[in-house]
T-cell receptor, first 117, second 113 residues
Framework: AQSVAQPEDQVNVAEGNPLTVKCTYS??????LFWYVQYPNRGLQFLLK??????LVKGSYGFEAEFNKSQTSFHLKKPSALVSDSALYFC???????????????FGKGTKLSVKP | KAGVTQTPRYLIKTRGQQVTLSCSPI?????VSWYQQTPGQGLQFLFE???????NKGNFPGRFSGRQFSNSRSEMNVSTLELGDSALYLC????????????FGPGTRLLVL
């Protein structure tokens, strides 16, 4: 079965410092990986995705993620954190085991990012 | 393009009642998926519709059902509501092709009393 793990419930960072939110995955076949952010009482906003190609993926709001096949990881990073980055971050993998159809997303439990001034 | 819209945004119901939630996808998107988000279980997949047909289904009881109309708008119905159905219900749409991104609506917050 495919799965995603976000080992940290919360990450605390000082404004201006780099941030990393960790994600590891388990899939059969090629992974389609996604990062979403959720602000309080809002839906999920798409940040970036890895389908194929360059292992370093750049996304919205200055975020990027590095796909590492040997470590089965897809960590989200940002060189300089902002207070406004404080939110809940979800890593997801597309479940492609539905008889050839494109499948739904399987989400990690989420990581709360707190950026202090 | 306008994003995914969901109505209503908030609902309060009592146990035993039923509820219908609505989702309008991004124009041109024919796939609509529904997810339930709770503090305890996180984000869980309910079902996906494509061209008015249910394509995938998550592990939820039959009280949870949905449908999709010819204009790709989708509705989700929960019958005989239970307290544990209190959650944020998220709808997402995407285009066709592998690797297409799912875009989410703002959600409907359901409180069952």
């Amino acid at each position: 079965a495919q799965s995603v793990a976000q080992p940290e419930d919360q990450v605390n960072v000082a404004e201006g410092n780099p941030l990393t939110v960790k994600c590891t995955y388990s899939v059969s076949g090629n992974p389609y990986l996604f990062w979403y952010v959720q602000y309080p009482n809002r839906g999920l906003q798409f940040l970036l995705k890895y389908i194929t190609g360059d292992n370093l993926v750049k996304g919205s709001y200055g975020f990027e993620a590095e796909f590492n096949k040997s470590q089965t990881s897809f960590h989200l990073k940002k060189p300089s954190a902002l207070v406004s980055d404080s939110a809940l971050y979800f890593c997801a993998v597309r479940d492609v085991n539905y008889g050839g159809s494109q499948g739904n997303l399987i989400f990690g439990k989420g990581t709360k990012l707190s950026v202090k001034p | 393009k306008a994003g995914v819209t969901q109505t209503p945004r908030y609902l309060i119901k009592t146990r035993g009642q039923q509820v219908t939630l609505s989702c309008s996808p991004i124009s041109g998107h024919r796939s609509v998926s529904w997810y339930q988000q709770t503090p305890g279980q996180g984000l869980q997949f309910l079902f996906e519709y494509f061209s008015e047909t249910q394509r995938n289904k998550g592990n939820f009881p039959g009280r949870f059902s949905g449908r999709q109309f010819s204009n790709s708008r989708s509705e989700m119905n929960v019958s005989t509501l239970e307290l544990g159905d209190s959650a944020l219900y998220l709808c997402a749409s995407r285009g066709q092709g592998y690797g297409e991104t799912q875009y989410f609506g703002p959600g409907t917050r359901l409180l069952v009393l």
